[in-house]
């Protein structure tokens, strides 16, 4: 049975950083691609970041760019995301997500492994 489980959410004030976590259990993704998306009440879920594991390229939405970074580390089949600068705009429930294959996908539907979520609040 796949797990991933966040971890490293909280309140911070803006201007801010927190770094989030992602284990994952039960497969190894170091040849699939992790990815972390964002939703707040009645939104979509929205893309955040991905990284591949077989070469370590990241890509990241616009709206974090130049202020989020995802990182891996292979041998504890684990990815962080560390954010910086935080804006309240930032504010969501963060989820990791994984799957089996190295291909990016900044839909919902290209992961099949997800996390249960991590509350981040910014506040102004």
């Known amino acids: 049975q796949v797990q991933l489980v966040e971890s490293g959410g909280g309140l911070v004030q803006a201007g801010g950083s927190l770094r989030l976590s992602c284990a994952a259990s039960g497969r190894t993704f170091s040849t699939g691609s992790m990815a972390w998306f964002r939703q707040t009440p009645g939104k979509e879920r929205e893309f955040v970041g991905h990284?591949?594991?077989?070469?370590?390229?990241?890509v990241y939405a616009d709206s974090v760019k130049g202020r989020f970074t995802i990182s891996r580390d292979n041998a504890r089949n684990t990815v962080a995301l560390q954010m910086n600068n935080l804006k309240p705009e930032d504010t969501a429930v963060y989820y990791c997500a994984a799957r089996a294959t190295p291909f990016m996908s900044r839909l919902t539907d290209g992961y099949a492994y997800w996390g249960q979520g991590t509350q981040v609040t910014v506040s102004s």
């Open positions: 990284i591949r594991g077989d070469v370590g390229i990241t």
